[in-house]
Structure formats: structure tokens, C-alpha cells
């Protein structure tokens, strides 16, 4: 049965989603995205294990934190809900925003993360995603990221634009079902809630810091897995490899960006005897 908890962390509360029993695992969004981007899959990993599906700072019915986009901030959200849910060890999937944090998460904590999916996401500015780079970041990243403009033109046309994100992250551009949708545009809607999804993008520079000086004394030491959609690809993959011990690379070419609800029985395929090990 699903559960939904509140925990605080650093002056925001974070809400929190579980399910099932068995060994945790973290499951992070991104965005456009709740916790509801993983709601295909939740159902079979909480037959085998217990899973927390939190919304990331900011967003969902998290709440409209001033501060603490960066990935390191993110990643100490993380391990305050595995502290108040008593979990001493979890298997951590993310995809797109949740992919930097998840990293740090582990890298800082390899006593916490016992093992780690990356899908769908560049970690940090690491070398390696040079050919996903070659015509420049995608445009909304440097739209998002200039203080009160976006928010400013996006206010009251919220619908338009998550779902242009939704269409664009399906392999064949149909979006997604019109209950998700529906959920991730209400998630979104209006100024505040823009504005602090716009943080995350605002806060890059920072967390391309973080991440340059955690990779100079460590190694993900972790069994890891970079899952490539039709988007970023090999990407992440390709900038993991030099920092990681264990490494498994897989793609699924015909899914789009938003694997966990594009691909999802192709997903579990992958993820059950990853996790399961």
C-alpha cells in the first residue's frame, strides 16, 4: 500500500511517497516530473523491495524552498529521508535532475548507496558528453536559468509548456496519460512553483563545482548502471567510466527521454536483476 510522509530538511519540508518492503530503494525525478514519473514501475519494484519516491526539493508537494538547489544540498535532502525512515543502506535510481545529486549521494556516502542507476541525465560537467553537447546545452537550460525571466513568460501558460516537455520526451512524441500529465502541470502551476523548478537549472555552476572537486580523491566503488534513452544516449555512461569501479552501460535506443513512463516494462526488465544482483 502506498504511504505519503513529510521530512524536513534544512527548513523545507519534503514529501515522500513508499511502498512495499525489502531493501530500499531512492528513486529521484526531474523535470518536468514528481515522484508520480516512476508511478509505472513503483507497483513491481515494491513487490521485491521498499521503495521511497520523494519529490525533489522545490517541487511536487515538496515545499518552496528559497535555497538548496545544488546537487550537494539535494543529495543531504536524500540521506535526511533515509535517516527518518531508519534506512542504513538503499539502491538509488535517477533520471534527468535527480542524476547529479544521486552521484554525489553516492560518491560522498558509499556506505549508505549500495547501488546506483543513472538514466537519462548529464552528472555535472564532467568530460564525456562532449557528442550530446555538440550544438550546445539544450536551449531551456539557459532559459531557465536567468533569474525572473522564465517565470515571467511562462506564468499562466503552465499546460503549454510542461506538456511540450512530456511530447518531446516520448519516442513518438504522444506525451504521456492525461492523469500524469495532469498532475505534473498542477505541480508546476504558477509562479513559485516555476521559480523553484527554474533553481535547479540556476544552480548548475554551483553543482559543476561540487562535482569537479568530489571526483579529484573519489571513485563510485558502488555496482553502477548508466541507462541511455533516445535523448542523452551513452552520455552518461561515457562520463562515469573513468570514475567508476563497476560499471554496466546499457541503451534503449527506441525510448524516449522519459524512460520510467515511455519504456517502463523494458525498464524493469533492466532494473529487476541490476538491483536484485
Known amino acids: 500500500m502506498t504511504a505519503s510522509t513529510t521530512v524536513e530538511s534544512d527548513g523545507?519540508?519534503?514529501?515522500?511517497?513508499?511502498?512495499?518492503?525489502?531493501?530500499?530503494?531512492?528513486?529521484?525525478?526531474?523535470?518536468p516530473h514528481t515522484w508520480r514519473v516512476w508511478s509505472a514501475a513503483i507497483p513491481a519494484l515494491a513487490a521485491t523491495h521498499r521503495v521511497i519516491a520523494p519529490d525533489l526539493r522545490g517541487l511536487g508537494d515538496s515545499d518552496r524552498a528559497a535555497s538548496g538547489y545544488d546537487a550537494r544540498s539535494l543529495a543531504r535532502d536524500a540521506l535526511?529521508?533515509?535517516?527518518?525512515?531508519?534506512?542504513?543502506?538503499t539502491a538509488?535510481?535517477?533520471?534527468?535532475a535527480g542524476v547529479t545529486p544521486a552521484f554525489l549521494l553516492a560518491l560522498?556516502?558509499?556506505?549508505?548507496?549500495?547501488?546506483l542507476v543513472l538514466m537519462e541525465g548529464m552528472v555535472g560537467a564532467l568530460p564525456g558528453?562532449?557528442?550530446?553537447?555538440?550544438?550546445?546545452?539544450?536551449?531551456?537550460?539557459?532559459?531557465h536559468a536567468i533569474p525572473d525571466l522564465a517565470e515571467t513568460v511562462l506564468e499562466g501558460h503552465e499546460p503549454e509548456y510542461v506538456e511540450y516537455f512530456l511530447r518531446i520526451g516520448t519516442h513518438d512524441?504522444?506525451?504521456?496519460?492525461?492523469?500524469?500529465?495532469?498532475?505534473?502541470?498542477?505541480?508546476?502551476?504558477?509562479r513559485d512553483s516555476l521559480r523553484s523548478a527554474f533553481e535547479h537549472y540556476r544552480a548548475l555552476p554551483a553543482t559543476a563545482a561540487q562535482v569537479a572537486d568530489a571526483v579529484r580523491t573519489r571513485r563510485l566503488v558502488m555496482p553502477t548502471l548508466a541507462l541511455g534513452g533516445g535523448v542523452v544516449g551513452g552520455a552518461t555512461a561515457a562520463q562515469?567510466?573513468?570514475?567508476?569501479?563497476?560499471?554496466?552501460?546499457?541503451?534503449?535506443?527506441?525510448?524516449?527521454?522519459i524512460i520510467p513512463l515511455d519504456r517502463p516494462r523494458e525498464l524493469l526488465e533492466i532494473l529487476h536483476p541490476f538491483l536484485l544482483g
Do not use: K, M, Q
Open 12 to 31: 523545507a519540508r519534503l514529501h515522500v511517497v513508499t511502498e512495499g518492503e525489502g531493501p530500499a530503494v531512492l528513486l529521484l525525478h526531474g523535470f
Open 80 to 89: 535526511r529521508i533515509l535517516d527518518a525512515l531508519d534506512i542504513e543502506t
Open 92 to 96: 538509488v535510481v535517477a533520471i534527468d
Open 108 to 115: 560522498e556516502n558509499p556506505d549508505r548507496v549500495d547501488r
Open 129 to 143: 558528453a562532449e557528442a550530446f553537447l555538440r550544438g550546445g546545452p539544450p536551449w531551456w537550460f539557459g532559459f
Open 173 to 190: 512524441r504522444r506525451g504521456v496519460d492525461s492523469e500524469i500529465r495532469d498532475a505534473f502541470v498542477a505541480a508546476y502551476r504558477g
Open 240 to 257: 562515469l567510466e573513468p570514475l567508476t569501479d563497476h560499471l554496466e552501460a546499457r541503451l534503449l535506443a527506441d525510448s524516449g527521454h
